[in-house]
């Protein structure tokens, strides 16, 4: 009797982490055609948009949808250095085209950043750039599923652990009492490991042209003149250091590095644009 006893206690014990595990398999059923496999999917998507956009002539266009395509791309796919190489060559043509648009127009540029030198860019990334390359190829909606799950194993075996002490003959088959704390720690890892990329985008806010734009000294075309002899070319791109209160106007500032391509790269204090006219797009790679 105290043999079934101690088996029924230890079950007990146990059914947290059986329930949990089921709701993870459940869960990873109904969801793997949605979104855990299709960073890959969402990245050669944007490489086509790019490589459409560039033919026929929206260089604005162009250059956003292949930042979003190198931001997606990490070398662990099948195929993902021949996509890699693609996207890279198919983004320097790109920037080399608004580049020689912004010569073109008469726009000043800074020594080194003509558009031969757009060629190298890129060269040399550092470390962590490199890794948020990895970060970002993981869906966030995975990323958040990870965490949550993680969370949930932490407060099963939580569960287990407070079962396994009033239960006879139970504590010694209850899982470690370390493992809460482990799988607790581990659930904020992932936790950083889901914001990490959001944080940093939100912190360096750059952005594209996807329109020519000539900008103005103040949030308004009509009170405020030019900030510039020209139009800034679609595809420049930029850092956004300001906002409107209503969100219609941004403040633009010329990119971390020289040599990011178009005519962004040479003003100084570029001014105010539409947001209509900019879009948000993840921070390039070795800047």
């Known amino acids: 009797m105290s043999v079934s006893n101690a088996t029924r206690a230890r079950v007990w014990a146990w059914t947290p982490l059986v329930l949990w595990a089921v709701c993870v398999v459940v869960a990873v059923v109904w969801s793997r ?53 693609r996207i890279e060559g198919n983004l320097r043509e790109a920037r080399r085209r608004v580049a020689a648009a912004a010569v073109g127009a008469g726009e000043g540029v800074v020594p080194g950043a003509d558009p031969a030198t757009v060629e190298g860019r890129g060269q040399g990334r550092p ?92 949030p308004d075309d009509l009170t405020y003149a030019p900030a510039a002899a020209v139009a800034l070319p679609a595809g420049s791109e930029a850092r956004v250091v300001a906002r409107t209160a209503d969100g219609l106007w941004v403040r633009l500032a010329p990119p971390r590095q020289s040599g990011t391509g178009g005519a962004a790269t040479g003003a100084v204090g570029l001014g105010w644009a539409p947001a209509w006219a900019v879009e948000m797009v993840a921070p390039a790679r070795g800047e």
Request: contains cysteine; positive net charge.
């Open 33 to 85: 055609g949605s979104f855990v496999f299709d960073a890959g999917a969402r990245a050669a998507g944007h490489y086509d948009a790019g490589t459409r956009a560039a033919m026929s002539g929206d260089l604005g266009r162009a250059v956003l949808e292949l930042r979003r395509a190198q931001a997606l791309h990490a070398p662990w796919w099948r195929d993902a250095d021949a996509l890699g190489d």
């Open 127 to 218: 470390l962590g750039d490199v890794a948020l390359t990895y970060v970002r190829s993981v869906p966030l909606s995975v990323r958040i599923a990870l965490t949550a799950a993680t969370a949930g194993l932490a407060c099963a075996l939580g569960a287990s652990r407070l079962l396994a002490r009033g239960a006879a003959g139970s504590r010694s088959a209850a899982p470690p009492p370390w493992s809460p704390w482990f799988a607790a720690c581990l659930a904020a890892a992932l936790a950083g490991f889901a914001a990490v990329d959001g944080v940093v985008d939100a912190h360096r806010a750059e952005a594209v042209l996807v329109r020519a734009v000539l900008p103005r000294q103040g």
